[in-house]
């Protein structure tokens, strides 16, 4: 991840006077500054925004020509259907604007197209059975302003449609009756990022003549799962939303707040981000989304209920498909890994839930990703696709339109259908446009940092204070922040799937708790426990009435070099599985052995001290498979290596450390029975002779090697003699001798100490 930190010329001297004045901390008025927000007064209406944050409704085109029609029909007892879409921001447009028209005595109905079976959309068979159940007046919410050819069909009978959306225009409006949309090319509207709910609440503004406080929930649902911007009027819909949902009589959305088990006291951003806008999208994902428009609505407890179980179980079913298809698709990411935009496609993945796969896959690669399935029954391609900071993925798609049946968006999303017969040739042609989308942006992944916290100012008072900024969202993000040379400590793998990674960040004899979710694989680099800079988001955990600040982490980097310990690992297919690594080798019978697992994209090394060390780009990770016999050629190697993120494998089958050197005792037996039998013969009497001295073969050897050496004996044609009067020599002073306490002591240091002791050592090298 490439970290973007702000300009840090803000003058030290007015935010030392500002936190003055507003007792506040320093990096509360940093991270305003870096907002924008230069005074006292500005900070303040943007922590409480108040009813003037609202634009005029009427300044919206079309506004006044819309609610002259829909009361025309509401004068004439004309029949309305509300036309909604299928995701959470579709059915709080819907219930809005339903409602509203309700409060105003109108005859009206509400239609949810099913993604499946009618697609996204104004289309012509759904609008031609309104028409037929008495519709008169057809108005869409949350989608509209690409549906050409059902408005001109309902033109063509007599039925006027109005279209309110928010989505990106298409260079050619449809000929519908009126069209009130923020980005309206005529228009100019003061918050052109309204969501479809945010467009529903200022027409049902226009309609009763005052803000209709009771809608506010619904519209801060659609508004923050939409993923708008979260600034000017979206901020206020959002604040007083939120607030309304606290003190909610909706009976639909309180029963679905208990199912889900949530508590009234503490909804905010995330909840309905993360808790309530997921189960709600799930119903449409996976089928008719219809229900949760009656569940909004109702006014039956025993309905509610019965419809928020149903909307849970959904949510669940939806999750068990997401997790199955993104493992999937990350099995087929080896396909992909030289295209700029990853296109991955299999039959028979649901087509409801490949968005959510979609942006998982891109998480994973920073790369724009597409995600496709098929029928096979009618050659027809679906898909969804998910963008990655820099890369308009609404753009590129527009490019390459000619092969595509249908597409919409924006720049951070997509869906799309095609012809199977289309596939190959829109594979080939999305890569090509993409590249040359790179060429001109920064295509690559961004983390925006909000700024740098001091350690010792991280506190529940600092909290409580970045909280006024609420609700966070696009443009008013979360502050991230970057926390620097943190030693981790207590690394523990923890979640039912073991995919997320818990531990305690050390400095100054103080601890910050931390959780990273989805990041299990940062363990054995964390255990390595090299100083770290972590970016993450400061919150509060409370937990039995204790409240402890908690980090949840984006992303880290290490200061040091990174040592993973791999000493124990048994799983080869592991070992070997690491991309681009260099296997080192000190010892030939070693590399003979693995050299046929390394993989082709690997390299293995077989050190010579007669030869210079093989040049390795510094960014490939250094695997050490075996150890020397000496210390100082290890170090050598370690010296020359030690920025590279290092795997240390250590294989080491002989035990010399366990063994140690034979006593004394041992030799002087030894030396008595060859003295006593003469000559022996090596091949027939070695095992005889391991039994009477109760030696393993490995010992027995180096003991016989260092009477050879000593010149105790003398070995000629496969015949050990003794030499009868051999001159007294020290069995220490040998080479053998010394080498086999060289190897005890790189065995010692390298293979059997503990891991803070490794890693102690290596970092004094």
Request: aromatic letters at 8%; hydrophobic letters at 40%.
């Amino acid at each position: 991840m490439i970290w973007e930190i702000p300009d840090k010329t803000i003058d030290e001297t007015k935010v030392d006077a500002l936190a003055a004045e507003m007792n506040a901390s320093k990096t509360f008025i940093k991270l305003c500054m870096n907002r924008g927000l230069h005074t006292k007064e500005a900070i303040d209406r943007f922590i409480n925004p108040t009813a003037d944050w609202f634009h005029d409704p009427f300044t919206l085109y079309e506004m006044d020509k819309t609610v002259e029609r829909i009361q025309e029909a509401l004068t004439s007892g004309q029949k309305i259907t509300v036309y909604g879409d299928y995701d959470a921001d579709g059915v709080t447009s819907t219930v809005i604007l339903y409602e509203a028209i309700e409060m105003l005595g109108g005859q009206v109905d509400y239609y949810i197209p099913n993604r499946f079976i009618e697609g996204y959309g104004p289309n012509v068979e759904a609008f031609n059975k309104l028409i037929e159940n008495g519709t008169e007046l057809i108005i869409t919410v949350d989608n509209g302003v690409a549906g050409h050819e059902a408005i001109t069909h309902a033109n063509t009978l007599g039925i006027d449609v109005i279209v309110t959306d928010h989505h990106e225009c298409p260079k050619e409006l449809p000929d519908a009756y009126s069209i009130v949309h923020p980005r309206h090319p005529k228009g100019n509207y003061a918050c052109p990022d309204l969501s479809g709910a945010g467009v529903s609440l200022k027409v049902a503004t226009a309609l009763l003549g005052e803000i209709p406080e009771e809608l506010l929930d619904l519209a801060a649902i659609g508004t923050i799962a939409d993923l708008v911007s979260l600034t000017g009027e979206n901020r206020a819909i959002a604040y007083f939303g939120l607030k309304w949902m606290k003190h909610s009589q909706r009976i639909g959305l309180l029963a679905l707040l208990a199912e889900g088990s949530i508590p009234l006291e503490s909804i905010d951003e995330e909840t309905v981000g993360f808790k309530i806008a997921p189960p709600i999208n799930a119903v449409g994902r996976l089928g008719d989304a219809t229900l949760v428009v009656d569940l909004l609505t109702t006014f039956d407890d025993e309905e509610a209920q019965r419809l928020s179980r149903i909307i849970i179980n959904k949510n669940e079913e939806r999750k068990a498909l997401v997790n199955q298809i993104t493992l999937e698709a990350f099995d087929k990411l080896e396909e992909q890994s030289d295209q700029a935009i990853v296109v991955l496609h299999e039959p028979g993945w649901h087509e409801g839930v490949l968005g959510i796969v979609a942006s998982k896959v891109a998480d994973k690669v920073s790369k724009p990703t597409i995600i496709l399935t098929s029928d096979p029954n009618t050659e027809k391609v679906k898909g969804s696709g998910r963008s990655i900071n820099g890369f308009n993925i609404y753009e590129c798609m527009n490019e390459i339109r000619d092969y595509l049946s249908h597409f919409g968006g924006h720049e951070m999303a997509c869906g799309l259908s095609l012809e199977m017969n289309q596939l190959d040739a829109f594979i080939e042609a999305v890569n090509r446009q993409a590249e040359q989308l790179m060429e001109d942006s920064e295509s690559y992944r961004k983390l925006d940092i909000s700024g740098i916290v001091e350690w010792e100012d991280i506190s529940i008072d600092l909290i409580d204070e970045l909280n006024a900024l609420k609700p966070f969202g696009q443009e008013n993000e979360k502050p991230l922040f970057k926390l620097e040379s943190l030693l981790p400590d207590k690394v523990k793998i923890i979640g039912a799937d073991q995919s997320h990674l818990k531990a305690s960040l050390v400095k100054n004899e103080k601890q910050l708790e931390m959780i990273a979710f989805q990041s299990a694989e940062w363990e054995e680099v964390w255990r390595s426990s090299p100083k770290i800079d972590v970016v993450g988001y400061l919150d509060i955990n409370e937990w039995n009435g204790n409240k402890k600040v908690q980090l949840t982490a984006a992303d880290f980097k290490t200061q040091d070099s990174v040592i993973i310990d791999y000493r124990k690992e048994g799983n080869q297919k592991r070992l070997f599985s690491k991309v681009g690594a260099h296997y080192l080798f000190f010892k030939k019978e070693h590399f003979n052995k693995w050299k046929p697992h390394i993989t082709r994209d690997s390299t293995g090394y077989l050190l010579d001290e007669n030869k210079d060390l093989p040049t390795i780009h510094e960014a490939d990770p250094v695997v050490f498979m075996d150890i020397p016999d000496e210390l100082s050629d290890f170090e050598k190697v370690f010296r020359n290596y030690k920025d590279h993120t290092l795997y240390l494998f250590f294989y080491s089958p002989h035990e010399y450390y366990f063994k140690g050197v034979p006593k004394r005792e041992q030799f002087t037996k030894l030396y008595k029975w060859l003295l006593k039998n003469k000559t022996i013969h090596l091949a027939n009497e070695t095992e005889k002779l391991k039994k009477v001295m109760k030696l393993d073969s490995e010992t027995l050897k180096f003991m016989i090697m260092v009477f050879l050496e000593n010149e105790f004996v003398t070995i000629e044609d496969g015949k050990l003699s003794i030499r009868s009067q051999p001159q007294k020599k020290n069995l220490e002073d040998t080479i053998t001798y010394q080498k086999r306490l060289a190897q005890i002591k790189t065995e010692e240091t390298l293979v059997y100490s503990s891991f803070n002791e490794l890693v102690s050592y290596l970092r004094e090298i």
